[in-house]
């Protein structure tokens, strides 16, 4: 089994898998939907007490805290394949230091960039950083909620992911980041409705994110194909 056979695989059990998962916890499209106000409406009111300095700490700390959440939901969704509401709040506590730490690093690495002077190197093209940062860290999310790694492991563990599994990780990831360019160019035409698809799109992707991390993280090459013919 060569490497392209292995991320036909891979994309065809992570597809397989999210779908009976999507089937019956259908609600599990809707749930980032919750977090999307949640995260809007929480930002409202920080910005509205006006801390500050503390302001932008706050703000981290705000969207760690949906993001514990979420990964919460998805976690007890891709493991044990069951929801229930309280984990919207439950949840918020499971995976905060984790989130916040995340958030902190990835904010601190946009401002050493910056203080190397990244932003006269790029010039106009200074929006490519944001993608720089999102292909270092992109495993990070499910690294966060599925993996036994803590704080101070996590980002050692990321880079030794995207080294062991690159190819298979970023050539599927690639599959729905042309989808969702797709959902957003269409976002002009139909604001309202594109808006709802993109964010059910997204879940999806997150799903489907977790089964294909799932895999990845406790299998090797090797051990794939040995199981493939056997």
């Not at 932008?56 to 998805?74: C, K």
Request: aromatic share 20%; glycine share 4%.
């Amino acid at each position: 089994m060569n490497k392209i056979q292995d991320i036909k695989n891979l994309f065809i059990e992570s597809w397989i898998n999210s779908v009976q998962l999507i089937k019956k916890l259908p609600l599990l499209l809707i749930v980032p939907m919750v977090h999307f106000l949640a995260y809007y409406i929480l930002l409202y009111v920080v910005s509205f007490i006006n801390l500050g300095i503390f302001t932008s700490l706050l703000q981290g700390l705000v969207f760690a805290v949906i993001l514990s959440s979420y990964f919460y939901v998805l976690y007890q969704a891709i493991y044990y394949k069951r929801f229930k509401y309280e984990y919207l709040y439950s949840g918020i506590k499971v995976f905060l230091l984790k989130s916040w730490i995340f958030v902190l690093i990835v904010n601190l690495a946009f401002y050493v960039l910056m203080l190397l002077g990244i932003d006269v190197l790029l010039g106009k093209y200074i929006f490519i950083l944001p993608f720089i940062i999102a292909i270092l860290f992109n495993p990070m999310p499910e690294i966060i909620y599925i993996s036994d790694y803590d704080e101070r492991d996590m980002f050692f563990y990321n880079f030794n992911f995207i080294k062991r599994n690159y190819l298979q990780w970023y050539s599927i990831n690639a599959v729905f980041l042309l989808g969702l360019a797709a959902l957003l160019f269409t976002a002009g035409l139909i604001p309202y409705i594109s808006n709802v698809l993109i964010l059910i799109y997204v879940a999806f992707v997150m799903i489907f994110r977790g089964q294909l991390f799932k895999k990845l993280h406790k299998s090797n090459y090797r051990k794939r194909v040995f199981n493939h013919f056997n």
